[in-house]
């Protein structure tokens, strides 16, 4: 089993529709969790990071961590065509000075 | 503020041969990640240096692949012999504290 589950997609929405992105983990160690946008032949650029449970917000994004659940999410608000790339979700046990878990990304498409 | 790059960002090269590739991380940042993503998987973690030593190279898939961080400064990442299951896109992150920053990969083609 994979330490964190995360469903491909791909997953088609028109622009302006609200977009809910999950994860699931095994590992309850997890304590820092991050979302990466992706673009075709691009490097990941982190998006959000979230320490433990709870909500984080920056503009049109949303980051939130249910811990006892082991299901992280993202939403993105308003979607435009320029939020169209594969969202990775990362975990760690101890922040940045430790490895990264990926999941195997889900690819969004937003069309006009 | 330059990002993390990474040269070249795409090599072919025939089973057997090395590469090396090179990653320079954000100016300060004293930790540096290599990570890897073979096709249709998910990137994998290979090692992690905090200046010039290795905290931790636990996914080094075997004693082919050789990683050294000269100085604390840039890495590289050698592959030798090369073999085809190594083709794939090759990623450096680095960070100073929590949030890691990647490069914009290597692809790597063993034929």
């Known amino acids: 089993q994979k330490e964190v589950e995360q469903d491909p997609g791909p997953l088609s929405v028109p622009e302006g529709a609200i977009v809910s992105l999950n994860c699931t983990y095994s590992n309850s160690a997890f304590q820092y969790f991050m979302w990466y946008r992706q673009y075709s032949r691009k490097g990941p650029e982190l998006l959000m990071y979230t320490y433990s449970s709870g909500n984080k917000e920056d503009g049109r994004f949303t980051a939130q961590v249910d811990k006892s659940s082991k299901y992280i999410s993202l939403f993105i608000r308003d979607s435009q065509p320029s939020d169209s790339a594969t969202y990775l979700c990362?975990?760690?046990?101890?922040?940045?000075?430790?490895?990264?878990?990926f999941g195997a990304g889900t690819r969004l498409a937003v069309h006009p | 503020e330059a990002g993390v790059t990474q040269f070249p960002s795409h090599s072919v090269i025939e089973k057997g041969q090395t590469v090396t590739l090179r990653c320079d991380p954000i100016?300060?940042?004293?930790?540096l990640y290599w990570y890897r993503r073979v096709m249709g998987k998910e990137i994998k973690f290979l090692l992690h240096f905090v200046k010039e030593s290795k905290q931790d190279e636990s996914g080094m898939p075997n004693n082919r692949f050789l990683a050294e961080r000269t100085g604390g400064t840039y890495s590289t990442l050698k592959v030798q012999p090369a073999e085809l299951e190594d083709s794939g896109v090759y990623f450096c992150?680095?960070?100073?504290?929590?949030?890691?920053?990647f490069g914009p990969g290597t692809r790597l083609t063993v034929t």
């Open positions: 100016s300060g940042h004293d930790n």
């Open positions: 992150a680095s960070s100073d504290y929590y949030e890691q920053y």
């Open positions: 990362a975990m760690s046990r101890s922040g940045g000075y430790n490895k990264l878990i």
